[in-house]
């Protein structure tokens, strides 16, 4: 790995071709040597000091955004200031110069900077490896080089190539480890919706688990993009999460689209229960094959008609355009009872129902209600008739990158996200169907049994064309239980 940075360096200036063949068999000596003796770690801190094995000698090493600082030097008898040190950044190394500068108050020898006060370095990481600690106070003291010959400096360079090597092997893994990772979370709906005070609260949980490491960026009401935008965007690694409908996801894994079917669960409990089931779970988890990771179920209740016309039964639905997701099971579900289901951006809805462009849509109640479609309809049919869940997904790209605690705390960060979904939903529903009952025209209460007729064909049709029969089958006799 060393071999290879040294080969991609830009520039080894102002080294004599004598010193820089030293670093050469020094880099060529370092992988059969051990390199420390003792590990001492200040993990807030972002800085590096080797300590040799004699106590004479020693590297200083800062890891900074650009690079890899590495800094020889020594303090002879308590007056010497001499210091030689090398940047290692972009994978390159630059010259040997004088910018190490030793600072005995500080503990901290040599370094590749020259600020090493306590004061000025209080704010900045600091690791700290020791190979033996002095008597005195436990760090390595640094004494200038006896000469600088050849062979001396092939000493000096052997000890800065194996700190280079601590700091990239460090650089890889405590910055992945312990450096903030901001991850951008895409939300469809308003900020006064229960999905979006969900996802703040999943963010807050996910910077509190992981101890700062990975703090989320949290954006509503469509302000990265639409849905189906949004579930691209994560598959390609560019946005880490988002909430969608499972029938948004139909049109990358198309088995997804089951749950679209109409009265496919019998209740919330029928609904709850499966969703919160290891079959459900297995059910989801070829998506991490297409770049989906499902996190949660996220509660969206039952879906309901709405439009300005009153819809008392399927007949009603008869020569009605109604808004749909991209959904094919949506879209035949309409027309099984009567009316054309047409996909349209759900951003797009509130004026597509203004200008005509479609007749009706359906939705549940929070929804309905923080979107103000009543200003723009006249009747709401409590038909109930899907219940269809929304999900936390996030990149498979973005989940891989995280170390396994970081994966851990998202995870249990997302379970947690979607019991407080739940209680939230619940409170939000209920709430929601209240004030909407006054800015409705009329809200409608029909018979089901009717809607229930109409798509039933539609069950195995549709279970068979996506290749879910069995699940179909396993929900529809399950749902006899509740």
């Not at 051990?34 to 080797?50: I, K, M, N, S, T």
Request: charged share 25%.
């Amino acid at each position: 790995m060393l071999q290879d940075d040294a080969q991609r360096a830009p520039a080894l200036r102002r080294v004599g071709h004598q010193r820089l063949g030293a670093c050469q068999r020094a880099v060529e000596r370092l992988l059969d040597e051990e390199v420390l003796a003792g590990v001492e770690r200040d993990l807030p801190q972002r800085e590096v000091r080797v300590g040799r094995r004699q106590e004479e000698d020693g590297v200083g090493v800062r890891m900074g955004q650009r690079g890899v600082d590495v800094g020889v030097g020594g303090n002879a008898g308590g007056g010497g200031k001499r210091c030689r040190a090398v940047r290692c950044a972009g994978g390159g190394l630059n010259d040997f110069n004088a910018m190490g500068k030793i600072s005995q108050s500080a503990g901290m020898g040599c370094d590749g900077h020259a600020q090493t006060n306590h004061a000025e370095s209080k704010h900045r990481s600091l690791i700290s490896f020791l190979a033996r600690p002095s008597k005195s106070d436990g760090v390595s003291h640094q004494t200038a080089p006896k000469s600088e010959a050849t062979t001396h400096w092939e000493e000096y360079c052997m000890q800065i190539m194996r700190t280079a090597a601590l700091a990239a092997l460090l650089l890889a893994s405590v910055s992945s480890a312990h450096a903030e990772k901001t991850l951008k979370l895409n939300g469809v709906q308003p900020p006064s919706h229960p999905v979006s005070m969900t996802h703040e609260f999943f963010a807050d949980r996910v910077e509190q688990l992981t101890n700062g490491s990975v703090k989320i960026d949290v954006n509503h009401a469509r302000a990265l993009g639409d849905a189906v935008e949004s579930v691209e965007s994560l598959r390609d690694g560019t946005l880490g999460f988002v909430t969608v409908s499972a029938s948004n996801l139909s049109q990358i894994d198309r088995r997804m689209d089951m749950f679209s079917l109409p009265f496919l669960f019998k209740s919330a409990d029928h609904y709850w229960t499966y969703l919160t089931s290891d079959r459900a779970a297995e059910f989801v988890k070829p998506l991490e094959d297409r770049g989906i990771h499902v996190l949660a179920f996220i509660d969206s209740g039952a879906r309901n008609f709405f439009a300005d016309k009153p819809i008392r039964t399927p007949a009603d639905l008869a020569g009605q355009k109604i808004r749909v997701m991209a959904s094919p099971v949506q879209i035949k579900m309409v027309e099984a009872m009567g009316g054309t289901g047409v996909p349209i951006a759900w951003g797009d809805l509130y004026n597509a129902l203004q200008t005509g462009v479609v007749d009706g849509a359906e939705n549940n109640h929070p929804s309905v209600f923080t979107m103000k479609f009543y200003e723009v309809s006249d009747y709401y049919t409590l038909d109930e008739h899907a219940r269809i869940p929304d999900m936390l997904i996030m990149s498979q790209d973005v989940y891989d990158s995280l170390t396994e605690e970081e994966q851990a705390a998202v995870e249990k960060a997302a379970d947690e996200a979607e019991a407080y979904m739940r209680g939230a939903w619940a409170a939000s529903e209920q709430m929601s169907l209240e004030q909407l009952r006054p800015l409705f025209t009329e809200i409608i209460e029909p018979e089901k049994q009717p809607f229930i007729d109409a798509v039933t064909p539609l069950l195995k049709e549709q279970g068979e064309a996506l290749g879910v029969a069995d699940e179909v089958n396993y929900l529809l006799e399950s749902g006899s239980k509740f």
